[in-house]
């Protein structure tokens, strides 16, 4: 079971829209090592575990605190992307693109 508390544990905040860091963040979010990746796999660890005790707790408690990990990265994400203008955005995404060689 989960408990969600509406109030995030930091309240940072970013002093303007950043595009482009915002986009770099979104690959630590959803990456193939990422945040929403080891949240999967603890939480399946954990459900799958057939022992329990301590073990199946603490892999049950990593998981639910990635959980957590992975609504900051969100909020942040949210946070840098608001207000930034649509050529700023299009720009990050410029930047990001590999250019021929």
């Known amino acids: 079971m989960f408990r969600h508390d509406r109030h995030l544990q930091f309240q940072a905040k970013p002093e303007k829209p950043d595009a482009l860091f915002a986009m770099k963040l979104q690959e630590v979010l959803g990456g193939q090592f990422g945040e929403m990746t080891v949240m999967m796999q603890y939480l399946w660890q954990g459900w799958t575990c057939r022992v329990p ?8 408690d990593i998981g639910t605190e990635e959980i957590g990990h992975v ?23 410029a930047a990001t693109r590999c250019s021929p060689p």
């Open 53 to 60: 005790g301590k073990y199946k707790d603490m892999i049950m």
């Open 71 to 93: 609504e900051m990265f969100n909020t942040m994400l949210a946070r840098l992307l608001e207000g930034a203008p649509a050529e700023t955005t299009e720009k990050a995404v």
